[in-house]
Nanobody, 121 residues
Framework: QVQLVESGGGLVQPGGSLRLSCAASGSIFRIYGMGWYRQAPGKQRELVALIIEGGSTHYADSVKGRFTISRDNAKNWVYLQMNSLKPEDTAVYYC???????????????WGQGTQVTVSS
């Protein structure tokens, strides 16, 4: 079994900061990439940031320069530092990991349960 657990969401004023964390646990052989997605009410889930094996990162245009994704490979954790938050960043943020559970297991995506981020004065 694989489990992803997010933490760190909450209510913050515009211009503020939050740090999201996600811990991947269970039967994990290899993690190819980890990322953060978000879904606002009435909108489709969208990619926010991605970090792949080796450390390369990718960001949505809307968060470039404000958000930073990082990863602790030893602990299978991924973080999202969010600065200069805007009301339009309000959404449920989901952690995703693309991984294999054992040597011959095809890579599969797993999701966390989500954490609410609300940016409001």
């Amino acid at each position: 079994q694989v489990q992803l657990v997010e933490s760190g969401g909450g209510l913050v004023q515009p211009g503020g900061s939050l740090r999201l964390s996600c811990a991947a646990s269970g039967s994990i052989f290899r993690i190819y990439g980890m990322g953060w997605y978000r879904q606002a009410p009435g909108k489709q889930r969208e990619l926010v940031a991605l970090i792949i094996e080796g450390g390369s990162t990718h960001y949505a245009d809307s968060v470039k320069g404000r958000f930073t994704i990082s990863r602790d490979n030893a602990k299978n954790w991924v973080y999202l530092q969010m600065n200069s938050l805007k009301p339009e960043d309000t959404a449920v943020y989901y952690c995703n990991a693309h991984l294999s559970r054992y040597d011959s297991d095809p890579p599969t995506g797993y999701w966390g349960q989500g954490t609410q981020v609300t940016v409001s004065s």
